[in-house]
């Protein structure tokens, strides 16, 4: 079945270092892809989503890119920071509709 | 805008009890998800609504789970009666397609605990 899975469930990174989240998907009908940060006792929060038509997507300090034809996600943090600590979710949706949620990967920040 | 409300934020029950959880979804906001999140998994759909009519249910254990969204805004979902492993976080969240993304948006969700 389709599934969104990630590849490492923990990541320590030093405060001020550039940090990298991956997740893998399996369903290549899926057109778009959302990066979410989950702080304890909050709902997911969006971070940066990116469509099938595209394969790097910038925001502020952070980068999606895609990878298609290897079905990869990733989410690039620079200068990573202590508040950015928390557990990241990437998701996959086809045309809308339900997002399918990988396990999560647990970010860590040293100072 | 304001976000997505649901309340309450925590319960406890017993196990065999029954339990209701509310979502108030952002304004104009068609679509509406119910999602069941346990501890250290990423969040898995319940149910879909489109306005007021079920899109995708396949995942909603119907013999005890129920949710209703009778006029297209607020919705319920509840639990009856409810078991140990229904321990969980329920996420309500709701969307809109505008331009070219859909605005996902979740709310902060119920805290289940069955005990």
């Known amino acids: 079945g389709e599934s969104v899975g990630l590849h490492l469930p923990t990541l320590s990174v030093q405060e001020g270092d550039n940090s990298i989240i991956n997740c893998a998907y399996s369903?290549?009908?899926?057109?778009?892809f959302i990066w979410y940060k989950q702080e304890s006792g909050k709902g997911p929060q969006f971070i940066i989503d990116i469509r099938s038509n595209m394969d790097k997507r910038q925001g502020q300090r952070v980068t999606v890119l895609l990878n298609k034809t290897v079905k990869h996600l990733s989410l690039q943090i620079a200068a990573t920071q202590p508040g950015d600590s928390a557990v990241y979710f990437c998701?996959?949706?086809?045309?809308?509709?339900?997002?399918?949620f990988g396990a999560g990967t647990i970010l860590r920040v040293k100072s | 805008e304001a976000g997505v409300a649901q309340s309450p934020r925590y319960k406890i029950i017993e196990k065999r009890q029954s339990v209701a959880f509310w979502c108030n979804p952002i304004?104009?906001?068609?679509?509406l998800y119910w999602y069941q999140q346990i501890l250290g998994q990423g969040p898995k759909l319940l149910i879909q609504f489109q306005n007021n009519g079920v899109v995708d249910d396949s995942q909603l254990p119907k013999d005890r789970f129920s949710a209703e969204r009778l006029k297209g805004v607020d919705s319920t979902l509840k639990i009856q009666p409810a078991k140990l492993e229904d321990s969980a976080v329920y996420l309500c969240a709701s969307s809109s397609y505008r331009g070219a993304n859909y605005g996902y948006t979740f709310g902060s969700g119920t805290r289940l605990t069955v005990v």
């Open positions: 304004s104009g906001h068609a679509t």
């Open positions: 369903n290549s009908a899926s057109d778009y």
């Open positions: 998701a996959e949706t086809r045309l809308g509709n339900k997002l399918v």
